[in-house]
Structures are given as structure tokens and as C-alpha cells.
């Protein structure tokens, strides 16, 4: 595993609709983050797992996202009831020690 | 609140020369900084990764500087390349590097 995989690269949904994402991350890494960034702008934390324990969720993360990592290996990020607003980039990072973060190439949502 | 605030916004220079390109942050406590590249539509690929005891480091025709005393790191790119093109994050992690900052990034168009 030579990096951090993310799928789909693109997705194009209609307003309400459900979408999930998924990140593979390099293997050993306990650490895994999913952040969200809008165009011109930086990535936004969104939330992060040590392993499948989810530690920290931004204020960001409204009710309608959900992100799961149940076996400590890939993580999912589900949002229900997609708005126009969610419309971005979402990258995965994973870290074996907090040092090294590996990114993947981000899933790219639009929302129509 | 920790801040990671760069300069400037973006940025054009001919091909074959150089460019700074600034960081300013307000992140404690201070675990390291990280400059990443990101191409349109990729993830970040990190560039250099300093610590608080390190002044500069190199990575090919990319170096960068950290002044931890006025909190402040510069990425210098050396004889510029039309593939230099990209938008380019500073990072700073807090907390032994489980949380990151993001910067809004400096975009740099290098026209031939």
C-alpha cells in the first residue's frame, strides 16, 4: 500500500440524496482524519479516529454527516440529506505517530 | 484560537525565477510546521516538515524557514518551474501533532 486511497475521486448527487466516501488508509496507520475544504480555501477539520475510536468531532460535523471506522482500518463518511452547501472537496489523512500525515487525493462532491 | 494565516493570496511569476512565500501562525502548544503543495482537484503532498528546534530544511528547489521565537516560516522556490503551479498550505500541528491548522494557502501561477 503506497498511500491513502480515497473513492469515488468525483461524485455529482441531487439535493436530499445520501452519499457515502470511503478512505483506505496506509496500512498501520492508527491515526485517520477526515477534513472538507471549498475552493480557494484550506481543509477544515471535520473529525478524527485513533484506530475505530472516533475522538473528536468539529462543530462542523452537523447531524446529518456520520463517518465510521469500524475495524480500525478503512473509514466511511456518510452524509444524509445532501444541501447545495456540502458541495466540496473531502480528504482523508492518516498519520502512524502524529508526525508524517499522508493525504489522499480527496473525493470531490457536488451537490445539484 | 489558533490561526495560520499566509501571504499572499496568490501570486504570478515568469518561469526560471524566484518567489517567498509566508506563514504566520498563533498555534499552541507548537508540535511542528509543515508546508504541502496541492495541485487543483489532488490532496496535499507535504513538502518539508520542521520541528521547533529546526531553522530551515531543504527538499530539492523548496526551502523552508521557521522563527519560533516570532512565530513565522517562509517557503522559498528556487529557479521556478511551469509545474510549480499548484497552491501551496502551511500547517502547524498543536498538541504533539494530533491537530492541525490550516493556512488559506498562497496560489502561485508560474507562466512561461
Known amino acids: 500500500d503506497t498511500g491513502v486511497s480515497q473513492d469515488p475521486r468525483h461524485k455529482i448527487t441531487k439535493r436530499g440524496q445520501n452519499v457515502t466516501f470511503r478512505c483506505d488508509p496506509i496500512?498501520?496507520?492508527?491515526?485517520l482524519y477526515w477534513y472538507r475544504q471549498t475552493l480557494g480555501q484550506g481543509p477544515e477539520f471535520l473529525t478524527y479516529?485513533?484506530?475505530?475510536?472516533?475522538?473528536?468531532k468539529s462543530r462542523l460535523l452537523s447531524d446529518r454527516f456520520s463517518a465510521e471506522r469500524p475495524k480500525g482500518s478503512f473509514s466511511t463518511l456518510e452524509i444524509q440529506r445532501t444541501e447545495q452547501g456540502d458541495s466540496a472537496m473531502y480528504l482523508c489523512?492518516?498519520?502512524?505517530?502524529?508526525?508524517?500525515?499522508?493525504f489522499g487525493s480527496g473525493t470531490r462532491l457536488t451537490v445539484v | 484560537k489558533n490561526q495560520v494565516e499566509q501571504s499572499p493570496q496568490s501570486l504570478i511569476i515568469l518561469e526560471g525565477k524566484n518567489c517567498t512565500l509566508q506563514?504566520?501562525?498563533?498555534?499552541?502548544?507548537?508540535?511542528?510546521l509543515r508546508w504541502y503543495k496541492q495541485d487543483t482537484g489532488r490532496g496535499p503532498v507535504s513538502l518539508t516538515i520542521?520541528?521547533?528546534?529546526?531553522n530551515t530544511k531543504s527538499n530539492g528547489r523548496y526551502t523552508a524557514t521557521l522563527d519560533a521565537d516570532t512565530k513565522q516560516s517562509s517557503l522559498h522556490i528556487t529557479a521556478s518551474q511551469l509545474s510549480d503551479s499548484a497552491s501551496y498550505i502551511c500547517?502547524?500541528?498543536?498538541?504533539?501533532?494530533?491537530?492541525?491548522?490550516f493556512g488559506g494557502g498562497t496560489r502561485l501561477m508560474v507562466k512561461p
Open positions: 506563514c504566520n501562525y498563533t498555534v499552541s502548544p507548537f508540535s511542528n
Open positions: 489523512a492518516t498519520t502512524p505517530e502524529g508526525y508524517g500525515y499522508t
Open positions: 496500512s498501520e496507520h492508527n491515526r
Open positions: 479516529f485513533q484506530n475505530e475510536a472516533q475522538l473528536e
Open positions: 520542521m520541528t521547533f528546534s529546526e
Open positions: 500547517v502547524v500541528s498543536a498538541n504533539a501533532g494530533n491537530m492541525l491548522t
